[in-house]
């Protein structure tokens, strides 16, 4: 498959730029600072300019989204707002324009996580944010298809523990390994509309 990859730098891009070159795909690296292809999806004129460049698709595959992490007494306007055009608007922007740019059956896969639905002290924008996405993807599912839309949820990377296994005590990891898989499940299976969490 040609697989676009956006969030390519990252310690979940990097992992999953492995797992699927080394599945025989053709994968095409997207990030803001580094990557095949240099764009922020944030930015819808940069999505259309991304989609331009990239070609014909069999997937897109998101593992991109910045939100910040406050007490909720700290948080304002315009950090609700930030995590929803961080993480939010950005992915929904990739599918959006993307049904005309993938194949008949192609498939997108966006990245969301654990807070969802185990909240942590300082992440109610991520649980927001995390939230709307999960339940956006059920909707377009029933929308677009032939071609499908799932996200992958993940609890705390255990190859990341050392720098924000605090942040959710109690909390079992997950391997970056396993995160990849159910990347692979999404793009490689006939499921759409789900929300997997390794």
């Known amino acids: 498959m040609n697989i676009l990859l956006i969030g390519a730098t990252g310690t979940l891009g990097t992992a999953l730029h492995k797992t699927l070159t080394g599945?025989?795909?053709?994968?095409?690296?997207v990030g803001r600072r580094g990557g095949d292809l240099r764009y922020d999806i944030s930015d819808p004129a940069q999505v259309t300019e991304m989609?331009?460049?990239a070609g014909r698709l069999d997937a897109v595959v998101s593992a991109a989204g910045d939100v910040p992490y406050k007490p909720v007494t700290e948080m304002a306007?315009?950090?609700?707002?930030?995590?929803?055009?961080g993480k939010v608007s950005s992915q929904i922007d990739?599918?959006?324009?993307?049904?005309?740019?993938i194949a008949e059956r192609?498939?997108?896969?966006?990245?969301?996580?654990?807070?969802?639905?185990e909240p942590i002290l300082t992440g109610s924008a991520a649980s927001m944010a995390n939230g709307a996405l999960e339940s956006f993807v059920r909707a377009a599912a029933i929308e677009i298809s032939p071609q499908r839309v799932n996200a992958v949820s993940p609890t705390v990377f255990?190859?990341?523990?050392?720098?924000?296994?605090?942040?959710?005590p109690g909390m079992a990891p997950v391997d970056l390994a396993d995160v990849a898989q159910a990347y692979v499940?999404?793009?490689e299976g006939a499921q759409t509309g789900q929300v997997y969490a390794p």
């Open 23 to 29: 599945r025989g795909h053709d994968v095409l690296t």
């Open 51 to 53: 989609y331009d460049r």
């Open 77 to 85: 306007p315009a950090d609700y707002l930030a995590a929803f055009h």
């Open 94 to 101: 990739v599918v959006r324009q993307g049904v005309v740019r």
């Open 106 to 117: 192609g498939s997108f896969t966006l990245i969301t996580g654990v807070l969802s639905r």
């Open 158 to 168: 255990t190859e990341s523990l050392g720098d924000y296994g605090a942040f959710f």
């Open 185 to 187: 499940r999404s793009v």
